[in-house]
């Protein structure tokens, strides 16, 4: 059986200020899809790292026209190691903290960003 959601997007206004933010907060790289269209004003997309058959969704920002940023309709949470740490560094790299961490109970703790583009996130983590 398969997680239900298969694949989510992130719209942006400023790719290069977007993909710094994410691979700040997240500490890690995320991955040029060269989209063969962009030149004629489709989507640009970057990849958030994944793995095939491993837990969680693949994803990826994109900037594409007609798609604007912010609100408040879709909810993605990033899997951390310390969900306070990610969200002092999304604060630290242009974001800002809406929820500062807090208890989910069994299912561990969660914080609440808003990126570089208004979108807002949730942060995950165990501890």
Not at 91 to 98: H, R, V, W, Y
Not at 105 to 125: P, Q
């Amino acid at each position: 059986m398969n997680n239900v959601v298969g694949w989510f997007e992130i719209y942006v206004q400023d790719m290069d200020r977007a993909r710094r933010f994410y691979e700040t907060v997240l500490q890690t790289q995320l991955t040029n899809m060269h989209s063969p269209d962009h030149s004629d004003g489709g989507p640009l997309m970057y990849a958030f790292p994944a793995q095939q058959n491993a837990y969680g969704s693949p994803g990826a920002l994109v900037k594409m026209e007609g798609f604007v940023p912010g609100g408040n309709g879709v909810l993605v949470y990033f899997i951390t190691d310390d969900c306070a740490a990610a969200a002092a560094r999304a604060a630290s790299s242009g974001g800002k903290i809406f929820k500062d961490k807090f208890s989910i109970g069994e299912y561990g703790f969660i914080a609440l960003v808003n990126d570089t583009e208004g979108n807002m996130v949730g942060l995950h983590s165990m501890t």
